[in-house]
């Protein structure tokens, strides 16, 4: 049992939510390239503080079947440094009825995050320090019905994420 407890340790951080922030869709509210741009993570902090972000998401509340319409993810940056988006994560359930089509600045991969079943969109694009970076997904309603569930701003790392709440009735 001694040899696992530190594996059942992170596991438990991992459930309690270690390192994330929670916030709401109405809080207060330059392309870094790929990875191998950095030799490390240990230039960014790697905790965050809600006092030094702020976070807008604005989804669609009503769409119809085949509408096309945006969903703008704002991030502020209030650290004298800059910061790196790493991934924006939404709920599969949610995309069950909006379909993503693309976004800018553009992701350059998708993958099913399975501990929460959201898909990843990552970006790895600068949040410039004393700045903000807006992502602004296109999308189409392909399905009635209300559709809701997580979006996740994840900052320097995939596990430094603040977690939002979204929904959008599509008729």
Do not use: R
């Not at 230039?43 to 965050?48: N, W, Y």
């Not at 502020?76 to 009825?97: F, M, P, R």
């Not at 399975?114 to 990552?122: L, N």
């Not at 004393?130 to 569930?149: D, K, P, W």
């Amino acid at each position: 049992m001694k040899k696992f407890f530190p594996l059942f340790a992170v596991f438990a951080l991992f459930l309690m939510g270690a390192g994330c922030a929670t916030v709401s869709d109405d809080s207060t509210s330059s392309d870094v390239g790929d990875i191998s741009e950095f030799d490390s993570f240990e230039d960014f902090d790697l905790t965050l503080d809600l006092d030094d972000f702020t976070v807008d998401i604005d989804v669609p509340e009503l769409l119809a079947v085949g509408e096309d319409t945006e969903i703008i993810v704002t991030i502020g940056n209030a650290k004298d440094e800059d910061q790196v988006l790493d991934s924006i994560d939404i709920a599969s359930e949610y995309l069950k009825g909006i379909e993503i089509t693309s976004s800018s600045p553009e992701y350059f991969e998708t993958y099913l995050v399975e501990t929460d079943g959201t898909i990843s969109h990552t970006f790895l694009e600068t949040i410039p320090a004393n700045g903000e970076l807006q992502v602004t997904f296109s999308a189409t309603a392909v399905e009635a019905g209300l559709f809701s569930g997580d979006l996740d701003i994840c900052i320097n790392t995939g596990w430094n994420c603040f977690f939002g709440d979204i929904a959008t009735m599509v008729q």
